[in-house]
T-cell receptor, first 115, second 111 residues
Framework: NAGVMQNPRHLVRRRGQEARLRCSPM?????VYWYRQLPEEGLKFMVY????????ESGMPKERFSAEFPKEGPSILRIQQVVRGDSAAYFC?????????????FGPGTRLTVL | RKEVEQDPGPFNVPEGATVAFNCTYS??????FFWYRQDCRKEPKLLMS???SGNEDGRFTAQLNRASQYISLLIRDSKLSDSATYLC????????????FGSGTKLNVKP
């Protein structure tokens, strides 16, 4: 059973370009979470999605950022018109439904560098 | 007020020391609690779940105090390899299955 997959692992963009980060959850998991981690800081929640639905996007910046988790295919975190302050590690996690004590399983992260 | 709060540290301890971290949470109805470990530039990984009765896994002991709304992690006989950031995590109580992460406590174990 493959773990959470994220790609690319490293992404370099120039200011003003778009960044697309992909996350494939573990098999059987229908909940996906995106987190951002700035250098030397903790994880910051961005968005929580289930298939075809955004459940909680309270941690997403209001502009330039969007996320989706389509019925088929990976979850996508999209950052338009990137700025230097977007440089960070972006982690995706997934979890199954229902039962208590479910942990989140993290992917290896995508490190975005904006030049 | 943050959902989950931790002392960021760093805690600098010698090998063999015992070290304890605390974490407080704001929602008294929270049901599920975890400690995760994050190594530098790596993804977080589950260290242990925290059960109401407390639980132990080798050198690690986790405790939950519902009355005071805090969770603790005790590490005995610290190893150099324990150096990492320890994240306290609380799972939301509604059906939305949301997890709240503390900002982490950094541990440095010195020779």
């Amino acid at each position: 059973n493959a773990g959470v997959m994220q790609n690319p692992r490293h992404l370099v963009r120039r200011r003003g370009q778009e960044a697309r980060l992909r996350c494939s959850p573990m098999k059987g998991h229908s909940h996906v979470y995106w987190y951002r981690q700035l250098p030397e800081e903790g994880l910051k929640f961005m968005v929580y999605l289930q298939k075809e639905n955004i459940i909680d996007e309270s941690g997403m910046p209001k502009e330039r950022f969007s996320a989706e988790f389509p019925k088929e295919g990976p979850s996508i975190l999209r950052i338009q018109q990137v700025v230097r302050g977007d440089s960070a590690a972006y982690f995706c996690a997934s979890s199954p439904t229902g039962v208590d004590y479910n942990e989140q399983f993290f992917g290896p992260g995508t490190r975005l560098t904006v030049l | 007020r943050k959902e989950v709060e931790q002392d960021p540290g760093p805690f600098n301890v010698p090998e063999g020391a015992t070290v304890a971290f605390n974490c407080t949470y704001s929602n008294s109805a929270s049901q599920s609690f975890f400690w995760y470990r994050q190594d530098c530039r790596k993804e977080p990984k589950l260290l242990m779940s925290v059960y109401s009765s407390g639980n132990e896994d080798g050198r690690f002991t986790a405790q939950l105090n519902r009355a005071s709304q805090y969770i603790s992690l005790l590490i005995r006989d610290s190893k150099l390899s324990d150096s990492a950031t320890y994240l306290c995590v609380v799972k939301g109580t509604n059906n939305f299955n949301k997890f709240y992460f503390g900002s982490g406590t950094k541990l440095n174990v010195k020779p």
